[in-house]
């Protein structure tokens, strides 16, 4: 089937070959510093603690946060915010829901950085330190074929999901160790929009990468009808 499918070159030479190699990834791990994702967890369950106290404060009774049912409660009914969604089990209070209550009410930020420490603090901070085994390592499993892109996943635990766009998230990263000093980060570069400056002969996309120009910051530039040096990181974004 996969001569039929003209993919058996790609999988002889480029998928057999890098089992070995994602094998030995797997094998010599990541070195990881427990102490710091220790430090870390206590200081996290610090804030969390006041956030709680922060949130009772401003709603005038204590309940659990966690649950979606008992803060639909508070929400809508006691604070009588409006824009309430009920379900069978109760007001819908995910994320988007909140973010547009945000003018109305100092709580829901509040509410929204409880979320957000919680997740971090269960998810990576107590969740990585569970995988950290005897040699100081985390063991990831690398998934070549589990992605429908072709893209590299890992599990047990993921370690490509660790947040980096906000403090908590570098701070979790500091905590990952180079064994022979330095890191090596290898990525295709802007693949997709390759593939697509070929298959639509966009002269401007082709002379963007023909001159090795920053795509995100050229199509900027574009869009906003601005130099690309007066570009802003949220603009490339």
């Not at 009920?86 to 988007?96: A, E, L, N, Q």
């Not at 892109?149 to 906000?166: F, K």
């Not at 910051?217 to 130099?227: L, M, R």
């Amino acid at each position: 089937r996969l001569k039929n499918e003209e993919m058996y070159e790609l999988f002889e030479t480029i998928e057999m070959p890098l089992i070995t190699v994602l094998a030995n990834m797997e094998y010599d791990g990541v070195k990881v510093d427990a102490s710091i994702l220790k430090d870390m967890e206590d200081e996290m369950s610090t804030r969390i603690s006041d956030i709680e106290q922060e949130i009772y404060s401003l709603v005038g009774e204590e309940f659990n946060i966690s649950s979606p049912k008992q803060l639909g409660v508070i929400l809508f009914e006691k604070l009588e915010l409006p824009g309430a969604k009920k379900t069978k089990t109760g007001y819908k209070t995910d994320v988007s829901v909140l973010q547009k209550l945000v003018n109305n009410h100092p709580v829901i930020e509040k509410i929204l950085d409880y979320r957000r420490l919680t997740k971090i603090k269960s998810t990576y901070l107590e969740g990585l330190s569970n995988y950290i085994r005897e040699d100081g390592k985390i063991h990831t499993i690398y998934k070549q074929n589990l992605t429908r892109t072709g893209r590299l996943s890992s599990v047990e635990p993921n370690l490509q999901n660790i947040p980096a766009r906000d403090e908590e998230g570098r701070m979790i990263r500091k905590a990952f160790l180079p064994v022979n000093n330095e890191f090596l980060s290898a990525d295709y570069s802007q693949i997709e929009l390759r593939i697509l400056a070929h298959l639509s002969q966009d002269e401007e996309l082709i002379n963007a990468f023909n001159n090795n120009l920053d795509i995100h910051t050229k199509v900027a530039a574009d869009i906003f009808d601005i130099d690309e040096e007066n570009v802003t990181k949220n603009q490339r974004r």
